[in-house]
């Protein structure tokens, strides 16, 4: 490394900083003259195998020191075999999953020629009108902090090389905190709550050893974080000891200008070079000016030397310059078996069962007719959800078909579209359409929201079920028939007016590929949900934001105080109701609690049950419980555990997440779930990084959800 890195001009060395944007499908002069000339590290944006094949030819063969490429793609959710939405895959709950999707992901990608994607994207998010909610995996920094980093772990394996690609953790940090939910916008978080709630997954995924960090688009506090020293020269590196390298965003350098931090590019590619940002993403600052800054700044190439040595090393651990060629075969034709069953695993595990009235579900497969209703009950597009630049539908199984194949021969499966696309305002044939629910069994009605809806730029202002959807469920509520409603969504919505009208409610994201057969298999029974939500649920817009750890204030809701708009008497005297935090016109509770999903089976919890009352700040508290499936089909749980940390120098929230395991339990059988909980779980950190444990009295819960079925108590104490 150090013999390549003395051989290299400072021209050279500036050219690893520098990603290029692919033509998509050919090498385009331009980029093969700069690749010739070593002005280029990476390229973003390139999958066709002889392009790639003739990229990397180009490096190796015709630059001067023959570096090969770093080739970046987002493979968010899949490459050819889509997995579902990763806010799905995080309603799993199960890292091994989530660790396996992105293995399959980094498998297919690596054959193409990718050998880095841009993921997992690890923003808390807290609010669902944000259009990337989609991409991350909730609002709790544990939850995160424990997927995400799975995540890492499957994309990069033990080793960097073969069929593993290099992750990075996305976007640092807190970009998922824009105000009213509108993306790029200016993030407001205070240093306690950057600290505790949004780095937590950072500083695991940099534990784990994530090759890469993304700088992410937002101004935190007046400065963007592409040129953000202290984000990343103080926090990452010297306070957290990250060893990768660190890419800006799409243009984010360029873009500090427009933000008004620096005048033109040439300042801007300073602030990020000052900052600690290794490498930009498609704008030209370090190449158009880095070296004239330099220069100017009288500073020799030293922190030069380190950013490029990071991108070396990344280089190096990728074994891409174990070859002499960097052939890459290519993707498959037809997906690997393997790899669809693996997606349609992750698929059942994502869907969250919220409503089941009368055991409506699951549906007996000797029904004589079944109406399948709505716009995405059929396409195969829609279904694999938002950041698929790979995904082709062909490979897609749709609900619909997935239904029909599940079903007796003597059943009849009936299928209307019902509407143009999910936004429609007009139900088309609503009389023939009625007739047919009329007529069947029980109609499943898949609706929710287009792929389109969701992702990068894609934010709402209202979140109801978007067209005419909520009334086509209203005119269908008036036939006898028992109605099913699937959701395809990529956040959140709004579903206080249609759950009276319907009898279940499946929410299964955008499932991806496989997405059909496991919504199928829930439906009839085949599989058992499990799902649980990895953000809350609101009941309005206006409630956000909510989420399950907000913080109690002096004067905390609760069902006795709450006032509602209707019980208020005329000219009543302002304080003689409530005066709690709420809301007049809307229950303070959220729709949906975090942590929650029903089962085909139901459970109980027994016997909570501490090691000790006391433990000392470097002891640990083993807490068990009894869960008990009191139903005769096998069910998966997820168990979760919460604390508060009930008096502490900074206010604590009421209940955090610390630990959830996953367990299968047979029908009628009781297992023990057991966790251990030391100063990992119990302390916080402050503004300046210091982690406190401070001792006193802790409540720790325990139970199916965010509202746990049992609580206990013990004290934390500091022996001296
Ligand atoms: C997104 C990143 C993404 C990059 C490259 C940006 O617009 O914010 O998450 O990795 O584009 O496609």
Redesign the pocket.
Known sequence: MQQLLSQMTQEEKIGQLCQVSGAEGYVPDHIRHAIQSGQVGSV??EVHKETINELQRIAIEESRLGIPLLVGR?VIHGFKTIFPIPLGQAASWNPEIIEQGAKVAAKEASMAGVNWT?AP?IDISRDPRWGRIAESLGEDPYLCAELGSAMVKGFQGDYLYGESIAACA??FVGYGAAESGKDYCATNIPPNELRNVHMVPFKAASENKVATF?SS?SDIDGVPASGNKWLFDQVLRKDWQFEGFVVS??ESISQLTIHGLTENLKGAAWKAFDAGIDME?VSTGYRDHLSELLQEHDEDDTRLNQMVERILTTKFQLGLFDQPTLECPGIFEQLPEAHLQAAKQAAVESCVLLQNRDDVLPLNKNLSKIAVIGPLADDGYEQLGTWIFDGEERHSQSILSAVQSSVSEQTQVEFHRAMNTSRSHEVQNMDALTESVSNADVAILVLGEEAILSG?AHCRAELGLPGCQEQLIEQLRQTDTQLVLVILAGRPLTLEPVLNNVDAVLYAWHPGSMGGPAVADLLFGDANPSGKLPVTFPRKVGQIPIYYSQKLSGKPVNEHNFVHIDDIPVRAAQTSLGMASNHLDVHFTPQFQFGFGLSYSQFSYQNLQLSTKQIDVDGTLVVSVDVHNTSNRTGVEVVQLYIHDRVASLTRPPKELKGFQRVSIGPGQTQTVTFNIDKRHLGFYIADGTYLCEPGIFSIGIGSSSNPELWNEFELIKTP
């Open positions: 973003i944006n987002d841009f994207m996305k976007h993304m688009f965003d799409w993403m990068e």
